[in-house]
């Protein structure tokens, strides 16, 4: 084909050209805007796959379970919030108040310990510059990036929480409305692939959920057995630690036994630390965990590790999500091109 021929075709085509560049350029900005509500995205996501099971259990029952489903998410995650917030500001009030009982209990600490220097003037120090750098720290934050976070992660977990409904409301349509876009032809592997899809993101997503529900147990009746205060804040704090492999929540058990170490006897401490990691750390990572994710995902536990401390290390809190969905579409991918090419009866 000659170059002539060729500006030719280009030429008849040009509407089709100019519409396909037009689509490309909107998709990209599209994009483009999206992107800092990624994080949103992606939280929406990872609540679906925890949700969903509880819609369908309700819709043999009412036609309001997208909207339960979601409270199911909304209402615990409040209820944290405003503990957390409670319980900050009654220690405050209390340091407040009672400044010679705090002093008492660090000359205690001292003389328990046989520090070799004085533990009241080490914390005041501290404290001091504590407070000096977050003044320091303070003075140097730009308000309008400040203000601009803060409003950027309250949308954020607001999309989170209209992503996770839309879907349990509307998912089926979005998949119907995927597939009228699809060519005939290839319906059959994109259905492939959607089951596929998610079979594993259910797999991961629950699995892991499902496993941050037993570490989050388990340390309840841990932190019942040894007095620990806060129990329902510390135990939401396990549990959301436990949502990341290795760590299921020892980040929240190693201060909690300095803790009691401190403040009961270094017996008590081992007794504590060695219960929870007996309990609470080993079972999860190395039996339930790699149990729930493989038997519904047929991923190998070691590929999920990865996927989620990479991603959280790549990019923060979304990253331990969003990495290991993104393996779990190539994954599926991987399979279908795999049947695909192997001429399976299901893709035909």
Request: with cysteine; net charge neutral; hydrophobic share 55%.
């Amino acid at each position: 084909m000659s170059l002539e021929s060729r500006f030719e075709d280009i030429y008849k085509n040009r509407f089709m050209l100019a519409a396909i560049l037009l689509i490309v350029a909107v998709s990209l900005a599209a994009i483009y805007y999206i992107m800092p509500l990624a994080d949103g995205i992606i939280f929406g996501v990872f609540f679906f796959f925890v949700t969903r099971p509880i819609k369908e259990y309700l819709d043999k029952y009412t036609k309001f379970s997208p909207y339960i489903a979601t409270f199911c998410i909304l209402i615990p995650l409040i209820a944290i919030i405003i503990y957390g917030i409670i319980a900050v500001a009654t220690e405050v009030r209390w340091a407040a108040g009672h400044g010679a009982e705090l002093t008492a209990i660090l000359d205690q600490t001292e003389e328990r310990l046989g520090l070799p220097f004085d533990l009241n003037e080490a914390v005041s120090e501290a404290l001091k510059n504590l407070y000096d750098y977050s003044i320091t720290l303070l003075k140097s934050l730009p308000i309008r990036s400040t203000v601009s976070s803060a409003v950027s992660l309250a949308m954020n977990a607001l999309i989170s929480l209209f992503v996770c409904f839309y879907l349990l409301k509307d998912g089926r349509g979005f998949v119907r409305s995927l597939k009228e876009l699809t060519p005939d032809s290839q319906r059959p592997v994109l259905d492939a692939f959607l089951a596929e899809a998610d079979c594993i993101l259910s797999g991961i997503f629950t699995g892991t959920f499902y496993t941050a529900l037993f570490v989050a147990a388990g340390s309840l009746i841990i932190f019942t057995a040894f007095n620990i205060p806060y129990k329902a804040l510390f135990t939401a704090f396990v549990f959301i630690a436990a949502m990341v492999p290795i760590l299921s929540g020892m980040m929240v058990f190693l201060p909690l036994t300095l803790y009691v170490y401190l403040y009961r006897s270094p017996l008590i401490a081992a007794l504590f630390l060695g219960t929870a990691v007996v309990f609470v750390y080993l079972p999860p990572d190395f039996i339930i965990r790699p149990y729930l994710i493989n038997r519904a995902s047929n991923l190998h536990p070691l590929l999920t590790i990865l996927a989620f401390i990479g991603g959280g290390v790549a990019a923060g809190l979304s990253g331990f999500f969003a990495a290991p969905m993104a393996v779990g579409l190539v994954t599926a991918a991987y399979r279908t091109y795999k049947k695909k090419v192997k001429g399976d009866e299901s893709l035909h």
